[in-house]
């Protein structure tokens, strides 16, 4: 059996997370459930099955024991998550996306003593297309124009989605891009000049409660090819998220993202 807790308890990731978990009592046992300082569901409790669990506040003392903490929080949460993990040594599932170059090099530093999944997104489909536009990127030429849309709920705070950007890294690894140099957000008005053959674009939509939908385009010269995933569910990646902490309890330290976890 598996100990975990989960940061970010009562958002939509959280909450999935622990629901799933919560009907697997024989693989995993719930240690934690923790939100920040702000969260008004502070000292409320969770009804999880058989299960009733306090949201507190992850210090110190939370992480008892062998285990890992997953991460779906925000910037100042991951943070702090990084910090008590290592602490205790237990590894932690980072699914938090949009953060800070400083943040990454924490989790940098951090996978040197604890094992550590990164992932922009957790799910099976995901980075299985990211293999397949890395390959279309690879295979076809410079007269194949790039373009990755992006659509999710009206929620989400940070745009490009980690997801889209997970995809045109894939491509530009392909490519022998720098993305920063060859990634276009598309914006109203007049382009200055023709489209470079070196160029992906992206557009970002935010509506409604789509749960997240990504599709790369390569539009050559008299063909197009079209290669998209549709989350219909958040359980998606919630079930990918206890994968990975399923990986990680037979790791001692590391680095690894979702495509070590699933073997692609």
Request: glycine letters at 8%.
């Given at each position: 059996m598996i100990k975990i807790a989960v940061n970010g308890a009562v958002g939509r990731m959280g909450s999935r997370i622990l629901a799933l978990a919560s009907e697997a009592p024989k693989d995993f046992e719930i240690a934690g459930a923790f939100e920040h300082e702000k969260s008004g569901q502070r000292g409320q409790r969770l009804s999880l099955g058989k299960q009733?669990?306090?949201?507190?506040?992850?210090?110190?003392?939370?992480l008892k024991g062998k285990g890992v903490l997953i991460d779906f929080s925000g910037p100042t949460g991951t943070s702090a998550a990084l910090v008590h993990a290592a602490k205790a040594g237990w590894g932690v599932v980072v699914g938090?996306?949009?953060?800070?170059?400083?943040?990454?090099?924490?989790?940098?530093k951090f996978s040197r003593t604890i094992p550590i999944v990164y992932s922009a997104n957790m799910s099976v489909g995901v980075n299985l297309i990211a293999k397949l536009v890395a390959l279309a990127a690879e295979k076809l030429g410079k007269d194949f124009d790039i373009e990755?849309?992006?659509a999710h709920h009206r929620h989400k705070k940070?745009?490009?989605?980690?997801?889209?950007?997970?995809?045109?890294?894939?491509?530009t690894r392909a490519k022998g891009w720098q993305l920063e140099k060859v990634l276009k957000m598309r914006k109203p008005g007049k382009s200055e000049t023709e489209r470079s053959n070196e160029e992906?674009?992206?557009q970002v939509i935010r509506a409604g409660e789509i749960v997240g939908d990504h599709t790369v385009l390569f539009a050559g010269l008299a063909e197009t090819i079209e290669i998209t995933h549709r989350a219909q569910s958040r359980d998606t990646f919630a079930r990918g998220a206890l994968t990975a902490a399923?990986?990680?309890?037979?790791k001692k330290s590391g680095l690894f993202t979702m495509a070590d976890v699933l073997g692609i």
């Open positions: 009733s669990l306090l949201v507190e506040g992850i210090n110190k003392s939370s938090t996306t949009g953060l800070e170059p400083a943040i990454q090099k924490s989790i940098q990755i849309t992006e940070d745009a490009p989605s980690g997801t889209a950007l997970l995809l045109a890294e894939a491509i992906i674009g992206m399923t990986f990680l309890s037979k």
